[in-house]
Nanobody, 124 residues
Framework: QVQLVESGGGLVQAGDSLRLSCAAS????????MGWFRQAPGKEREFVAA????????FYADSVKGRFTISRDNVKNMVYLQMYSLKPEDTAIYYC?????????????????WGQGTQVTVSS
């Protein structure tokens, strides 16, 4: 089991930028693909972005492509989500998750470990 702790959420205005961080412990980080998901009030959890074990492959939801960038640091055991041009519809709790299998990156069912989430609120 891997422990994940997110940070960096907050209240911002539309058009602002924000960077989320996720610290991982308990497993060899480089053996894990990592992802970010989000859940808005009254909605199901949805895929945002994912990154392969090496960082060589990244995946994005269409709604964030071109605005969000996922990255990782396998020395610091960290994964990041840099968010630009934030919109009110990006408001949600953002969760960091770990995928041991390194496939099926867009599907929450393939991620076995989850953080507690960090709130992102974008005002118009």
């Amino acid at each position: 089991q891997v422990q994940l702790v997110e940070s960096g959420g907050g209240l911002v205005q539309a058009g602002d930028s924000l960077r989320l961080s996720c610290a991982a412990s308990g497993r060899t980080f480089s053996t894990l693909a990592m992802g970010w998901f989000r859940q808005a009030p009254g909605k199901e959890r949805e895929f945002v972005a994912a990154i392969s074990r090496s960082g060589g492959s990244t995946f994005y939801a269409d709604s964030v492509k071109g605005r969000f960038t996922i990255s990782r640091d396998n020395v610091k055991n960290m994964v990041y989500l840099q968010m630009y041009s934030l919109k009110p519809e990006d408001t949600a709790i953002y969760y960091c998750a770990a995928n041991e299998a390194n496939y099926g990156m867009r599907y929450a069912r393939n991620f076995g470990s989850w953080g507690q989430g960090t709130q992102v609120t974008v005002s118009s």
